[in-house]
């Protein structure tokens, strides 16, 4: 099982960008593809952005050409840059772990979670 703890939400203009950071441990870090996930209030969680342990990504639509997901397996962190931020960014950010040399796009492909990280845009 990984344990997961995300960080860089904050608060940030819109337009602006923000970096999030996911530190992983509890396993073998490249035998995972991970994933990042957002829930607005309100709303259901949604991808936002995949990547398995070779590096290769999965955006959805809405973040495409803004949004950066990255890994480094030496160090066990999975990170995603956010550029171009809108206030429909606004959500809690969560990074997740699926032991698969597969890309999954979907939350429930997912088996280990983090507790999550505030990101607010405002207009």
């Known amino acids: 099982q990984m344990q997961l703890v995300e960080s860089g939400g904050g608060f940030v203009e819109a337009g602006g960008s923000l970096r999030l950071s996911c530190a992983a441990s509890g396993s073998t870090f490249s035998r995972y593809a991970m994933g990042w996930f957002r829930q607005a209030p309100g709303k259901e969680r949604e991808t936002v952005a995949a990547i398995t342990w070779a590096g290769n990504p999965y955006y959805v639509d809405s973040v495409k050409g803004r949004f950066t997901i990255s890994r480094d397996n030496a160090k066990n962190t999975v990170s995603l840059q956010m550029n171009s931020l809108k206030p429909e960014d606004t959500a809690v950010y969560y990074c997740?772990?699926?032991?698969?040399?597969?890309?999954?796009?979907?939350?429930?492909?997912?088996?280990?979670w983090g507790k999550g990280t505030l990101v607010t845009v405002s207009s």
């Open positions: 997740a772990a699926a032991r698969t040399f597969l890309l999954p796009r979907l939350a429930h492909e997912y088996n280990d």
